[in-house]
Nanobody, 120 residues
Framework: QVQLEESGGGLVQPGGSLRLSCAVS????????MAWYRQAPGKQRELVAE???????KYADSVEGRSTISRDHAKDTVYLQMNSLTPEDTAVYYC??????????????WGQGTQVTVSS
């Protein structure tokens, strides 16, 4: 069973920064990609940033240039650093991990979500 533990959300003032963390645990053979998604009220869940097994990065246009996704392989943890936050960044942020289990079956796991609110 793969488990994701997210942390780092909260209330941030416009223009501020935050760092989200997502630690992965479980009997995993390989992690193919780690990503952050977000879902604002009344909107669909959208990809914020992704890092794959080759360290290729992908960012949503709305966060590129002010966000950085990174991975600590030793800790099986993915981070999302976001700067210059605006109220439009307010959403529940979800960690997503895709990979392979022992025996070569694939998995996709989601975290429970962490609320980020940008407000003065």
């Amino acid at each position: 069973q793969v488990q994701l533990e997210e942390s780092g959300g909260g209330l941030v003032q416009p223009g501020g920064s935050l760092r989200l963390s997502c630690a992965v645990s479980g009997n995993i053979a390989k992690i193919d990609a780690m990503a952050w998604y977000r879902q604002a009220p009344g909107k669909q869940r959208e990809l914020v940033a992704e890092i794959d097994g080759s360290a290729n990065l992908k960012y949503a246009d709305s966060v590129e240039g002010r966000s950085t996704i990174s991975r600590d392989h030793a800790k099986d943890t993915v981070y999302l650093q976001m700067n210059s936050l605006t109220p439009e960044d307010t959403a529940v942020y979800y960690c997503n991990v895709r990979g392979q289990l022992p025996g070569a079956s694939f998995f996709t796991s989601w975290g429970q979500g962490t609320q980020v609110t940008v407000s003065s």
